[in-house]
């Protein structure tokens, strides 16, 4: 466990009060339920205690190791996830971590290449950020005219058309079908933004990631790459989705698998 890892966020509130109610519970049924008389019923905090626990406990299990739901807040990986796309993340994809501290207890596999992963931001732990695997520790990462090789073979594209958008951000932007580790995913390419070429080795207990938005994402290609203790999930569908632009739900999102 890092230091720099603990915050307190959503998590540590659960758990925090998954704590404090427990022990009043459990004080309660040990010790104190027996000094009450018959038919007494129990003061407020005891009785606020004997209600919520349960519930927390389940929230705090489910959102720990089963799945937890995260809200798509930029267009770094537009156009797989919009802003205002709500999603399910898969906690146990990569591993069953204590919440909280992030620590592995039991290891249940590792990301492949082409996974839309969650991750804590290596530059601010508190943060959580999302995008697209490309690199496994070993591969090298080359990225040439907006061409993306790994291992010096070429990532295969094939142009879609120009992307439909009323943001004037993507007026100018291409987009392609990429085929990455047999998984076809949408990428935007802006072939009037330089192309920072630049080739890179992934260190062991290391992934690369990068948006699908490849012209309009902050990620592995300025900060490095995710260690392994950072991961938090793989992000599994869109369960919601808002758009902004008309101020309504976008029905067609919802239920999208996310690849």
Do not use: C
């Amino acid at each position: 466990m890092f230091a720099d890892d603990v915050h307190l966020d959503f998590a540590a509130i659960l758990l925090i009060l998954a704590a404090v109610t427990g022990a009043i519970y459990l004080l309660d049924v040990l010790l104190w339920a027996r000094s009450r008389g018959p038919g007494t019923k129990p003061s407020g905090p005891i009785e606020i205690s004997r209600s919520f626990f349960p519930v927390i406990l389940i929230v705090l299990v489910l959102r720990s190791f089963i799945a937890e739901p995260f809200r798509i807040p930029s267009g770094s990986m537009i156009p797989t996830l919009h802003i205002g796309d709500f999603i399910l993340v898969n906690k146990f994809s990569y591993g069953l971590r204590l919440p909280v501290f992030h620590t592995e207890v039991i290891p249940l596999g590792l990301p492949e290449r082409g996974d839309v992963v969650v991750f804590r931001y290596p530059e601010d732990p508190s943060k959580d950020f999302i995008k697209r695997i490309v690199g496994l520790p070993g591969d090298v990462i080359e990225y040439r005219g907006k061409v993306l090789s790994v291992n010096g073979e070429a990532v295969e594209i094939e142009p879609v058309g120009l992307y439909q958008s009323a943001d004037p951000r993507h007026r100018y932007a291409t987009e392609y079908q990429e085929t990455l580790n047999g998984v076809e995913h949408g990428i935007l390419v802006n072939p009037r933004a330089p192309a920072k070429d630049f080739r890179y080795t992934v260190p062991d207990g290391h992934y690369f990631a990068m948006g699908d938005n490849r012209d309009g994402s902050d990620d592995s290609r300025r900060w490095g790459p995710v260690p392994e203790r950072n991961l938090v999930g793989k992000a599994m569908l869109i369960w919601m989705s808002w758009d902004g632009e008309n101020n309504r739900p976008a029905l067609s999102r919802i239920g999208d698998l996310i690849h």
